[in-house]
């Protein structure tokens, strides 16, 4: 079995020491692939927990008052080594949750562009000396880290999730527990193992696997927890906003996602299909911002289907880790049998699967990437997230109908529209009920741009100036007595 360089780590890591779970409990990690053991993981829990959190608080009392180029002088060898490393990352990546390799080395090169942006964006976490009102006073509007922060992290994108979330932490001064997910945990320990490496004080960044429950338990029980940073189910996260109420702890929710996918008619039928493609397959369609409803015009809705039926019966099919395929297994068999039920759903209900709609005969967790049309309002996946390779397609034949089904979820994460009519494109911006918007774009995501939805998709936003502020406490502070 690979060690990935070094950096498939079997323990955790609290207070700069990797050590086993209490009991010596440990969690099986298998490839979705190929169904390889991949390794072991310790199973924490509440313990260990409340370790790593009291180690993060003896941590930030140097660290979030270290000079900020130390902080930053960090950042940027954390950035290189991760590029330094991309392939291995990128292969343990793969191993681990599934996506092709192609993809894999974007999400590490991602990752460190997130780290790199962190650390250039915090020298412009400017303060303000506001004018007062009276000759004797000067006011002072200053931002400080906000304290120990918690890093709930989901399996889709192990290591990106993290960094967007770790690059700000430590940028602002922040010190950091991270629990990623049990199914994909490798990319989040090497961070840890990464973090070592460049030189971060211990406790600076702790990381933990196990149990979610008895974890996140002592995550938000903790008055010294600070802020929780959570990317994950729309139902995970209202339970975590309730639980936070307790300690009224900061809380960034990044949510699930019901994007909407508009093809008018005066749109570029060739960029359509290829943002389709992406916006559709990525990550075999396990992405909070992938399409999960198809609105297309009447007047190119045949022509469409037709060109997305072809690109989707082209995609090639396999073991992410291989030259070439460009879609892998689903995460597990729950994500098999929640597109089945969803296909058999709109069967039911009148739709008609144009292309694809069974189990992949590789076996496994593999799925046919599925195209369906007629769908109507009544279907399941017209409310529910899909997370996987089924594109359901609605047809429309005005604009204000596409906007308002496009609206019509308590989801507001991402929203894509094709027209090349620059007047309907400020519509769209104005009308659409979405944190992201994508114009003639299937994928949007960058490092310059804040990430996060509206409605139930979440609160709190991810990269851009925006992503920083999170993590900052502002203070006000009146100086007084000064004539
Ligand atoms: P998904 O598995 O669909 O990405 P989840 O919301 O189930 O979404 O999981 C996202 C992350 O939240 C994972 O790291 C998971 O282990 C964690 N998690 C699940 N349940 C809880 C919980 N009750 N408290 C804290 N974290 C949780």
Redesign the pocket.
């Known amino acids: 079995m690979s060690d990935f360089n070094g950096l498939l780590k079997q323990s955790n890591l609290i207070d700069g020491k990797w050590i086993g779970a209490d009991g010596g409990g440990e969690i099986k990690v298998t490839n979705p692939a190929s169904h390889d053991t991949l390794g072991h993981i310790p199973n924490c829990g509440a313990a260990e927990t409340d370790r790593a959190i009291a180690a993060a608080a003896r941590a930030f009392d140097d660290w979030s008052r270290s000079d900020l180029s130390q902080r930053t002088g960090l950042l940027h060898k954390l950035h290189d080594a991760l590029m330094d490393n991309q392939e291995p990352l990128a292969q343990m990546l793969t191993a681990e949750q599934g996506k092709p390799l192609a993809e894999a080395r974007g999400e590490i090169a991602i990752s460190a562009a997130y780290i790199k942006w962190f650390a250039e964006e915090i020298r412009r976490a400017k303060g303000e000396i506001v004018p007062a009102p009276s000759a004797d006073r000067k006011l002072l509007v200053t931002h400080h880290p906000v304290g120990v922060v918690a890093a709930?992290?989901?399996?889709?994108f192990p290591s990106s999730m993290l960094a967007r979330k770790l690059g700000p932490a430590l940028a602002a001064g922040c010190t950091l527990v991270a629990?990623?997910?049990?199914?994909t945990p490798y990319s989040g320990l090497a961070w840890g193992a990464l973090c070592q490496d460049v030189g971060f004080p211990d406790g600076v960044v702790n990381i933990l696997t196990g149990s979610?429950?008895a974890?996140?338990?002592a995550?938000?029980d903790s008055p010294t927890v600070r802020k929780v940073t959570?990317?994950?189910?729309t139902?995970?996260?209202k339970?975590?906003i309730r639980?936070s109420a307790d300690t009224v702890k900061k809380v960034s929710m990044e949510l699930?996602g019901n994007a909407p996918f508009l093809v008018f008619d005066d749109a570029d039928i060739d960029e359509a299909i290829k943002g389709a493609m992406v916006a559709k397959y990525r990550n075999m369609g396990q992405t909070c911002v992938c399409t999960n409803r198809f609105y297309v015009q009447a007047g190119i809705h045949d022509a469409f289907v037709e060109r997305l039926k072809e690109a989707s019966e082209a995609l090639v099919i396999g073991n992410g880790a291989e030259a070439g395929v460009e879609q892998g297994p689903l995460i597990d068999t729950g994500a098999v049998e929640k597109v089945e039920s969803m296909i058999d759903d709109a069967r039911s209900k009148g739709a008609k699967v144009v292309s694809g709609g069974r189990r992949h005969a590789k076996g496994g967790t593999f799925f046919e990437p599925t195209v369906i049309t007629g769908a109507t309002s009544e279907m399941t996946f017209a409310t529910d997230e899909i997370?996987g390779p089924l594109a359901a397609v609605f047809k429309f034949d005005t604009e204000d109908e596409a906007i308002n089904a496009a609206n019509a979820t308590d989801f507001g994460l991402a929203a894509y529209a094709y027209t090349r009519d620059l007047g309907r494109a400020f519509r769209l911006n104005e009308r659409l009920e979405y944190g992201l918007i994508g114009i003639n774009s299937g994928l949007i995501t960058t490092v310059e741009a804040p990430f996060g939805g509206l409605k139930e998709s979440g609160m709190g936003k991810e990269g851009g100036s925006q992503g920083l502020e999170d993590y900052l406490s502002t203070k006000y502070t009146c100086i007084a007595g000064l004539t």
């Open positions: 709930i992290t989901p399996w889709n629990k990623p997910a049990t199914a979610a429950r974890i996140g338990g995550i938000m959570f990317t994950g189910s139902e995970i996260g339970e975590l639980q699930g997370f």
